[in-house]
């Protein structure tokens, strides 16, 4: 009987109970009378069940309370109607979990309501927080254009210090500095001697230290 009655409400809104906007929905005016706690409990066993005509009867019934009290907690319309629609999603999930004995129907959904709101709140604040850290970040890490200048300036002086060795110079300082090998191995893998090896990379270093210092005082 009470199936019946809880049906009829569907018939009786009309063009009411069609979908349609949160805040057409929210305003709509209210002329029948408050249900009882029992039609409210067999709500949420139809809904445990998988009738959603009875999830949609439950968020007519409810969804006004739940969406004001999203907006006083997250402050703001659409953050409300996003948690609203969290709630009876949650509330189509969890139906089954609902018991009688620990409150009436509309606690429970307003207790879901609750720490939906608080949950975006909190996450909203993070995302803000997560934000101005970022930001923070790449404004500590923005390279000094007086500082990118030197480095150019440096890296030319390199590179023209380099192109002044002899090719022996150079190929020995730059497989002694670009690879993991000893002077020894080195040595080996350039079919050399050893102590010419040796000689060869300590000319170019200092070469390389003579052709910076003139730059760095030509500056």
């Known amino acids: ?23 057409g929905i929210l305003y709509a005016r209210r002329d029948r ?21 009875a999830l949609h009867l439950l968020y007519q019934r409810a969804h006004r309370v739940v969406f004001t009290l999203a907006v006083r907690i997250t402050g703001g319309r659409e953050s409300a109607e996003e948690v609203t629609l969290d709630v009876f999603h949650d509330v189509w999930r969890r139906a089954c979990a609902y018991d009688p004995a620990n409150g009436t129907v509309l606690g429970w959904i307003m207790n879901q309501a609750r720490s939906r709101s608080l949950d975006h709140v909190r996450f909203e604040r993070r995302k ?3 934000q101005r850290h970022d930001d923070a970040g790449e404004t500590a890490m923005a390279p000094d254009p007086k500082d990118m200048l030197e480095f150019r300036q440096e890296a030319e002086a390199l590179r023209a210090a380099v192109a002044s ?29 050893l102590g010419t090896v040796k000689t060869r990379i300590r000319s170019a270093l200092q070469k390389l230290r003579q052709a910076l210092r003139a730059a760095g005082s030509g500056k």
């Open 33 to 53: 009378p408050r249900p009882s706690e029992g039609e409210w409990a067999a709500l949420v066993e139809r809904i445990a069940s998988g009738d959603q005509v």
């Open 165 to 193: 060795l002899a090719p022996a110079e150079r190929q020995a300082v730059e497989q002694a500095f670009f690879s993991d090998l000893t002077h020894a191995e080195l040595a080996e893998r350039l079919d050399q001697p």
């Open 1 to 23: 009987m009470e199936r019946e009655t809880l049906e009829h409400d569907v018939l009786e809104t009309g063009t009411d109970a069609s979908p349609g906007t949160l805040g």
């Open 128 to 130: 803000k927080r997560m």
